[in-house]
Structures are given as structure tokens and as C-alpha cells.
């Protein structure tokens, strides 16, 4: 298989402080990760000012009274911001990402020279969104959170009717909850996505830990998609169900090792590394005492006994009722040329 993508997701864990998103792009090279991704919005133009924020951005932030207009305004990055940001990902050598809330932000980050467009799980009913990001003809990772199959086939429809290759395309099941509850998770609706509109599939994970990233690249994703912070207990909306800097470590670690140890041709058969072991591991028939020339052979004379270069006992019934040649003892490693 080819290698999985990781992206490592900063989104607004930076809590609109350009050092602490440069410390989260030293996170995510120290991690290993392909991708670092931030979020590319402005608060004017992506919510109205009344909106209420959702239940967990109340409880993780502690600001019941806070608009969701209000909070996304101080986690806004500037133009000077992202010139920045992506030149220290360039100098760190992991790759810029980020995600646009609106056709205005599709525009400036196709300007900017992004060759992938990420679609947050909120914009996959935005018809004028996705017809921009189509338009660009760059790849497409398309997060599907809240969505159900009617809502993905529409969304392709209108990402292929305006430019979007299949080829081009990866779906990533989801689950809009922050941190998601394992039993909500329904990993296995990834490969329906898979089976019903035959693309490239994913996982973008919301639960606390790392063990259904993992698992999702067992079963065939091929795209990741993680939140990490420098601190679970930074006040914020998404800290508490993001990963700490060696926790991300840990799954891209985790992901490469899964990676491994599917990337087989699926023929069972003894391995390279392990051949060296099959005379050690198995067994060959042995005599269970001392036999004199000419005897014929009972199956009270024969035991299995590591090593396994020798007759296999799998040749047991075989063995029985051939008569020894010469004298053996107990113990001895029987061969064919003992035998007549």
C-alpha cells in the first residue's frame, strides 16, 4: 500500500498566538507527520454574530455567555500570519495545510500555492464552497462528520461535476463530537463509504487516544487526520480532545508500524526472517529407546523431538513397519537411510 498521510491538525490550538502555532508546527515535525493543518477563516464572513456556540466549545472554553462570532474572532490568522507559518513549515520540513470556511478563503489559499484542499466537516453542504474548491483541480480530502451517504454522494456530485477527479478524491468518515465517545465511533461506516462511491477513504478522529486512528489504517485508510495541542489544559475549544505532543508521536510511530505489518502480499507462507526457525521451532521423529539392526518398527519406538531437520512426523504412519538397518539409540534422529 502506499503510505499513509497524517496530518497533524493545529486548527485553532493556537489560540491566536503566532509563537504557540510556530511551537505547534515543532510539535508536528518532532511527531514525524506529513502535514501540519491549520484553519483559514474570518469571523465576519463565516458565522453572524448571534450564533451560539456548540455545547462542547461552551464546556472546553468555560465562557457560557462567549458567541461563537466572539471566540472565532480571537483565533482568526492573518495574511502575514500564514506567510509565516508556511515559511517555518518549509524551514521544519513538514508540509502546510489548511482548511477554508468560505469561497473568499478557497481563493486565497489556492493563491497562496496550496495542492490540497482539506473540506472541514461543516462546509460539505455548501454548494458555492465546493464548487471553489473544485474549480481549483487540486486533490480534495473531504471530511464527513454530521453526513450521511445522501449527503457525500451530493457532495461528489458537485466536487466531479466541476473539476474534481475521482482519483483526485478522499472521503474521511468522522464524527462531529469533541472528544467523540468510543461507542459513537462506527469505524466500519468508512469502508461502506469505500464500497458505494469506490474512492479513497479515511479517518478523521475526534476520540481521546490513538487507538482508532490506528486501527482505522488496519482497516484500509489511507489518510489520517488528528488534533493535537501543546497542552490538553490550555483554555480553548478543541485542547481537551487533542493529542499532547508525544502522544501524536506515539501514533504516527504506531500508523508506520500498522503500515508494515499490511503491506504484505496476503500469501501465507514462511517468511524470510523466519525460515531460520523451522528446524528449531519443529519436530522430527526420534526413537524413544535403543533399537537393534533388523528390528521392524512400532509406534512404541518413535517419538517427536525438536530438532526439525529430520523426518517430519507428519511421516509418522509412514515410519511404522520399516525395519531399522543398523543399531540405534535412544534419542537418535531417525533417518531415511536407517530404514528399509
Not at 237 to 250: F, I, R, T
Request: charged share 20%; glycine share 6%.
Amino acid at each position: 500500500m502506499d503510505k499513509v498521510i497524517i496530518i497533524a491538525e493545529a486548527g485553532v490550538n493556537h489560540n491566536g498566538d503566532l509563537n504557540t502555532a510556530k511551537q505547534l508546527i515543532d510539535a508536528a515535525a518532532y511527531a514525524e507527520v506529513d502535514y501540519v493543518k491549520f484553519q483559514t477563516f474570518k469571523a465576519d464572513t463565516i458565522v453572524s454574530r448571534s450564533a451560539q456556540k456548540a455545547e462542547y466549545q461552551s464546556k472546553n472554553t468555560g465562557d457560557h455567555e462567549q458567541s461563537q462570532y466572539e471566540m472565532l474572532k480571537t483565533l482568526e490568522l492573518s495574511e502575514s500570519d500564514h506567510d509565516e507559518l508556511m515559511a517555518y513549515c518549509k524551514l521544519k520540513n513538514v508540509k502546510f495545510l489548511s482548511s477554508a470556511f468560505d469561497v473568499e478563503g478557497v481563493t486565497y489559499l489556492n493563491n497562496l500555492g496550496l495542492q490540497l484542499f482539506k473540506v472541514p466537516s461543516g462546509e460539505i453542504t455548501n454548494f458555492p464552497y465546493l464548487r471553489a474548491i473544485a474549480q481549483t483541480q487540486k486533490p480534495v480530502i473531504l471530511s464527513t462528520g454530521m453526513a450521511s451517504m445522501n449527503d457525500i454522494e451530493a457532495a461528489i456530485e458537485v466536487l466531479s461535476n466541476f473539476g474534481t477527479k475521482k482519483e483526485q478524491l478522499t472521503i474521511l468518515h468522522c464524527n462531529t463530537e469533541y472528544p467523540t465517545p468510543m461507542t459513537d465511533v462506527n469505524l466500519h461506516a468508512m469502508n461502506s463509504i469505500k464500497r458505494q462511491f469506490d474512492v479513497n477513504i479515511g479517518y478523521s478522529d475526534h476520540t481521546l487516544g490513538i487507538e482508532v486512528p490506528i486501527a482505522a489504517v488496519a482497516l484500509g485508510a489511507c489518510v489520517i487526520e488528528k488534533h493535537f495541542t501543546l497542552d490538553n489544559t490550555l483554555p480553548g475549544p478543541d485542547h481537551k480532545a487533542s493529542l499532547e505532543p508525544d502522544a501524536l508521536k506515539a501514533m504516527v510511530l504506531a500508523i508506520r508500524n500498522i503500515e508494515a505489518a499490511i503491506s504484505g502480499n496476503g500469501i501465507k507462507a514462511p517468511s524470510a526472517s523466519e525460515l531460520k526457525n523451522i528446524s528449531i521451532a519443529r519436530k522430527s521423529i526420534h526413537l524413544s529407546k535403543d533399537l537393534k539392526a533388523g528390528t521392524v518398527i512400532s509406534e512404541a519406538d518413535l517419538i517427536p523431538l525438536r530438532p526439525g531437520h529430520g523426518i517430519s512426523p507428519m511421516q509418522w504412519n509412514t515410519i511404522i513397519g520399516k525395519t531399522t538397518t543398523r543399531d540405534l539409540k535412544k534419542d537418535d534422529l531417525l533417518n531415511w537411510s536407517d530404514l528399509s
